[in-house]
């Protein structure tokens, strides 16, 4: 059939609905199969595919509701369409919960309208088919990245190993200019492994198999032991302080987890203003009513408000592939919103129009 003509069955026990149903759909140019009741129904859709039924609900043997289950189960994407002339909200609320595209009571006063709902309830089909063949694309793309992960950790942690023991054990008798190619190869693997460890982390984090692991914590303390380790390998380049409201500012949280966070955005507010001179960044923990806040800001590049949304999306970056001025997979950001996210809080971000960028990290504080 073409995208407007529909093959329709109508099934009702009054002659003068089936009737007037066939006149009506065969005059907007669809092919029409009338039942009398709901076994003759189910005949008709074993003998062959349609578009659309349009049933009613009180019928003898199997009524609608029952005919709805059944239909569904021999053509998971036939569109149901329910009519009864004892419409409750219960039943209605029934007839969608199995699967029912519509429900009309009876008497329609408008028939000229359900050629329209049909060519309607086909685009909801449409768009509810386009939603689900997403989602089962993310499923398997999840699948796919979380496969490969798994398989590329253990020969890439193998080959690491082996460079570090390489390092060590002939360490005294390589020149320096193999000696700066062996660290150059171990700090290739290590960020190989970063990024085996990133995709693993997030297909877990968004197939819900991570727990968390909560108890309470000085969101000031976990900011500063996140800071050192990241400042001190862009030692030279940034110059990095901590600010504090006076007081313990504290939340229940998933410490390994949370780190993780906040460490993706810390490195990314040093990662892409490295080639800027004086780059400062400030981190500051703050309580507001029952939010806790940690914030870190930099007087690096703004974030174009159109990027803003990107920026959190897997597999982006702000700046172009073929363009940008650092490497990375995009990922950062999006595992650190998750883990926000999965602690019942939110992260923001504002960007000033000429330089500075601040990351707002809220969560449900703790006394």
Known sequence: MSDDKFKVLVADDEPTIRELMQLLLEGDGHTVRTANDGVAALDALKEEL????????????????????????????LIVILMTGFGTIETAVEAIKRGAADFLTKPIRNVEQIPLIFRKARQFQSLQNEVKALRELNRLQD???ALLSHELRTPVTNIQGCLEAMRDIFHDEISDDVRELLATAIQGTTSLTRIIENLLLLADLQN???????????????LDDVSREIIQSNKGKVKWSLEEDGGSVAA????????????????????????????????????????????????????????????????KQAEHYMTRSCDGMGLGLPIARTIVEKHGGEIKVSSGEEDGVTFEIDLPAVK
């Open 143 to 145: 699948e796919f990245l």
């Open 208 to 222: 819900d198999r991570v727990v968390l692991d909560k108890q309470r914590a000085d969101l000031a303390q976990l």
């Open 50 to 77: 349609f578009d659309f039924l349009l049933s009613d609900v009180k019928m003898p043997q199997v009524d609608g509701l029952e005919l709805l289950r059944r239909a569904k189960a021999l053509d998971p994407d």
């Open 252 to 315: 229940n949280v998933d410490c390994k987890l949370l780190s993780r966070a906040i460490g993706n955005v810390l490195e990314n507010a040093v990662k892409f203003n490295t080639d800027r001179e004086g780059l400062c960044v400030t981190g500051r923990v703050s309580r507001e009513d029952d939010i806790a806040r940690i914030s870190i800001s930099n007087n690096g590049r703004p974030i174009a408000e159109e990027n803003v949304d990107r920026i959190f999306r897997r597999f």
